[in-house]
Each structure stands twice: as structure tokens, then as C-alpha cells.
Antibody, heavy 121, light 107 residues
Framework: EVQLVESGGGLVQPGGSLRLSCAASGFTFTSYAMTWVRQAPGKGLEWVSSISGGGETTYYADSVKGRFTISRDNSKKTLYLQMHSLRAEDTASFYC??????????????WGQGTVVTVSP | DIQMTQSPSSLSASVGDRVTITCRASQSISSSLNWYRQRSGEAPELLTHAASSLQGGVPSRFSGSGSGTDFTLTISSLQPEDFATYYCQQSYSTPYTFGQGTRLAIK
């Protein structure tokens, strides 16, 4: 069974840092790109960042570029999101998700349960 | 960035009804369009990908269509578990933008 379990969320002051983790199981982790998507309280979904299966290629939303770093440890089957210079507007539930491929198309087919990040004094 | 606009933002319907949600992209995205359902307090789940391909395990009452800039998600006969929020998402180019969501409530 494919499973993604996020951890690392919590309360942090503005300007602070936090590292989120996403432990994967049930699939060949290195074969799939992974992504982080967030959802502010009562709001919609926002794509944050993606990383290729080998970790060589990364993509970021403009809203987090230069502050967040996505990475992965394929030996540990774990995805990370290092977050610095956190702002109140980063308060959200953060989901990790696995890519699936359909020919030239892709989607996010499996999601974790989410971890909550709250940025507040 | 590609903007995704869903309509309606909310709607009310009854169990057994047929409903259609539309999604429009600000530029052509070919068939790079996915639909997700998010039940209250839960993570999103993939319903359809590549505009019209039903994800494995998803009931056949869900169907997607469209290409280019205009897409639809149709639920042929609403079930109680379908009262949720639905999002479209383009996977054509980064940033992978989502629509604002359509909240489907019980009438």
C-alpha cells in the first residue's frame, strides 16, 4: 500500500525556520517525482515545489523561491521541505504528494494527510 | 502563470443529481488537466487526469472532458460522499496552478 506520512509542522515565529519531512512507503521512491502542495486555512490548494526522482531538478512557486528548499534522500525514502524566513502568509497545511505519469501527462495521485505550519508571534 | 478559473464557485444538489463543473485555463494547456476531490478535513484525491482519464479505483460516475482551454467534470449521479470541494489543476507548466475550488453542498 502506498503511504505518505508528513511530519515536522508546528508553531514558529515570523522569520523562523522549519523542516518538513514526508516518509514514503509502498512504491519505488526513486522512480517518481514528488511535490509539496499547501492549503491556507479555509482557502484553496497552492502548489509549492516539485523535485525529480533523482533529485537533480527542482521547481518552486515564486511565493517561496529563495526561502524554501525541496530535497529528497532516496536511501531513506524521504522527501523534505526546508523553510526559512517564514511569514504569516505561509501558515497552512502542507501536503506531500507523489507524481503519476500518463504518457506525456502527469498528476498527483497519492497524498499524505498533511502537516500544519503556523507562523505567529 | 496560467490562471485556472472554475465555475460555479459553489452549488447545491441532491443525491442522485447530475452535476457539471467547468474549468477554464487562461491559455491552451492541451489535455494537461487534472481533477481532485477534497472532503472536509481530508487530503485531496485524484479523480481524473489528462483531462479525461479516470484514475484507478475512482467510480465511473465521474468523467472528465475537454482540451485546450475549456474542461468539465461531470458526476452522473451524486452520492453522499461526493459532497465536497472540487479542484481542477493544470500540469502543463510550472507553476502548477489550481482552480479556486467548487464547493458542492447538499440541497
Amino acid at each position: 500500500e502506498v503511504q505518505l506520512v508528513e511530519s515536522g509542522g508546528g508553531l514558529v515565529q515570523p522569520g523562523g525556520s522549519l523542516r518538513l519531512s514526508c516518509a514514503a512507503s509502498g512504491f519505488t521512491f526513486t522512480s517518481y517525482a514528488m511535490t509539496w502542495v499547501r492549503q491556507a486555512p479555509g482557502k484553496g490548494l497552492e502548489w509549492v515545489s516539485s523535485i525529480s526522482g533523482g533529485g537533480e531538478t527542482t521547481y518552486y512557486a515564486d511565493s517561496v523561491k529563495g526561502r524554501f528548499t525541496i530535497s529528497r534522500d532516496n536511501s531513506k525514502k524521504t522527501l523534505y521541505l526546508q523553510m526559512h524566513s517564514l511569514r504569516a502568509e505561509d501558515t497552512a497545511s502542507f501536503y506531500c504528494a507523489k507524481y503519476m505519469y500518463s504518457g506525456t501527462y502527469h498528476a498527483f495521485d497519492m497524498w499524505g494527510q498533511g502537516t500544519v505550519v503556523t507562523v505567529s508571534p | 502563470d496560467i490562471q485556472m478559473t472554475q465555475s460555479p464557485s459553489s452549488l447545491s444538489a441532491s443525491v442522485g443529481d447530475r452535476v457539471t463543473i467547468t474549468c477554464r485555463a487562461s491559455q491552451s494547456i492541451s489535455s494537461s488537466l487534472n481533477w481532485y476531490r477534497q472532503r472536509s478535513g481530508e487530503a485531496p484525491e485524484l479523480l481524473t487526469h489528462a483531462a479525461s482519464s479516470l484514475q484507478g479505483g475512482v467510480p465511473s460516475r465521474f468523467s472528465g472532458s475537454g482540451s485546450g482551454t475549456d474542461f468539465t467534470l461531470t458526476i452522473s449521479s451524486l452520492q453522499p460522499e461526493d459532497f465536497a470541494t472540487y479542484y481542477c489543476q493544470q500540469s502543463y507548466s510550472t507553476p502548477y496552478t489550481f482552480g479556486q475550488g467548487t464547493r458542492l453542498a447538499i440541497k
